[in-house]
């Protein structure tokens, strides 16, 4: 520790003496209290200066910056960003970083998370300008300050929280469960999948519902009413499930290709390149647009 | 829900430098769309004006005195109008060559090397452009 703090008592006792004479209404005590108070500040102050000195020399930590809001706290109501020096370990993904920061530096800070990797899908960021998984993305491969935001073309709830009824809506709205026209007649019977369709789906089953795609998309954000990359995805993943059968095939098409359907995608790829489970969202949306246009031509 | 805060720019284009190849692509085709159809307008409206005034006189027309050589022959008098003519050529090759690459993605072709096509149309865009430079600025000083 340095010799700072003798030194600030003996300033501060000689001020007090020579104030008392003039205010008298307050007592020794409180003006001692009232001292002792101010020392804690500066005390608390300057450990905190030393602090960030000793984070900023220190090479192991990052810094984070990350969007703060919270609209029940009138002093939170302005959206601002924190900083946070972390202690960088290998491995540490960004989500490990603002756990980190809520668990050391300040309880407050919110934001969803559940089985860190990657698979409950609940950490959807804006990191540095993209859309990723909080639990996917290394820490060591992005440049500092990073910056961490809630996903854009959503309300924010609080934070890094965002609203994600809109998503699910949509996502609803596509039936998303296996439907098949036909059920065997014995129930416990299986039903099974060629081994080249399961292919050809395989890419669109692995959909988490984190939302980045639809936060990605331009097209979403202008468009409330589009089905959105994610829901398409998971039309495609049961078009084009052979067991399901052609009547359903064609109920699903139908719902695709409705004005605010496949039509609206323009083909920007943003969704699939911010897709963490890489799945090629815009080749499915295309493969879509593709069967419906076979659906409604007929040639005589 | 409770209420949100609506963060503005960051909506939309205020985070343009994070666009990706695709997104690019998207715009300058918008743009340039915008820009061929704007074009197209200007251009039936003057030699629309201009057709009707010419004359009919094999004499005037031979010796290019007519109004449709003049307004043409003025046009091309103007270095602005030479300059305007490359950028006219910069943005219709680049509404072709990305609207070949939109077509492959139609398609469903090489969706995996969209970005490198884009590049490739924009730098063939580019080469094109130059090379036009000689024929549409020659004479304009």
């Known amino acids: 520790m340095s010799t700072q703090p003798p030194q600030q008592e003996t300033d501060e006792s000689t001020a007090e003496t020579s104030a008392e004479p003039e205010t008298e209404s307050t007592s020794p005590g409180q003006q001692k209290r009232a001292a002792q108070k101010r020392e804690r500040a500066n005390a608390s102050a300057q450990r905190q200066a030393e602090a960030d000195a000793k ?37 540490m993904t960004v989500l490990d970083a603002v756990m980190y920061a809520r668990d050391h530096y300040d309880p407050s800070l919110t934001f969803r998370h559940s089985c860190r990797q990657a698979i409950c899908g609940s950490d959807a960021f804006f990191v540095n300008g993209r859309q990723r998984l909080g639990c996917k993305t290394q820490v060591s491969e992005l440049d500092e300050p990073i910056r961490i935001e809630p996903l854009p073309h959503q309300d924010v709830v609080k934070d890094l929280v965002v609203d994600m009824d809109h998503f699910y809506e949509e996502m609803e709205s596509v039936d998303p469960y296996f439907d098949p026209d036909e059920t065997p007649g014995n129930d416990l ?74 039509w609206r995608c323009q083909t920007q790829f943003s969704c699939t390149n911010v897709c963490p489970k890489d799945i090629p969202l815009t080749e499915h949306i295309q493969e879509l647009k593709r069967e419906a246009v076979k659906k409604n031509l007929k040639f005589w | 829900m ?19 190849a695709g997104m690019w692509a998207w715009i300058f085709h918008k743009f340039t769309g915008w820009v061929l159809v704007g074009y197209l307008f200007t251009h039936i409206a003057v030699l629309s004006t201009a057709i009707p005034a010419a004359s009919q006189d094999p004499a005037t027309l031979a010796a290019g005195e007519d109004i449709y050589t003049t307004t043409i022959v003025t046009l091309e008098s103007l270095l602005l109008v030479r300059i305007l003519e490359v950028g006219l050529l910069a943005v219709a090759v680049f509404h072709i060559l990305n609207g070949l690459r939109l077509l492959l993605v139609d398609l469903g072709i090489g969706l995996d090397s969209q970005d490198k096509s884009f590049y490739a149309s924009l730098i063939l865009t580019g080469a094109i452009t130059v090379a036009s430079v000689p024929t549409f600025i020659a004479g304009a000083f």
């Open chain 1, 55 to 91: 984070a900023k020399a220190d090479e192991e930590t990052r810094e984070i910056k990350v969007f703060r809001y919270d609209p029940e706290v009138e002093e939170k109501q302005e959206p601002r960003f924190d900083t946070f020096h972390v202690p960088f370990t290998k491995g």
């Open chain 1, 189 to 262: 019977e299986e039903q099974r999948q060629s081994r080249a369709n399961r292919e050809k789906v395989k890419m669109s089953t692995r959909c988490i519902w984190c939302a980045a795609c639809f936060s990605s998309c331009n097209i979403a954000a202008g468009d409330n009413q589009y089905l959105g990359p994610a829901a398409l995805n998971k039309a495609y993943r049961f078009a084009m499930d052979e067991r399901e059968g052609e009547s359903r095939k064609q109920e699903r098409l139908e719902t695709i290709e409705q004005e605010h359907g496949v």
């Open chain 2, 2 to 20: 409770s209420q949100s805060y609506n963060r503005g720019l960051i909506e939309d284009f205020g985070r343009w430098r994070e666009f990706s």
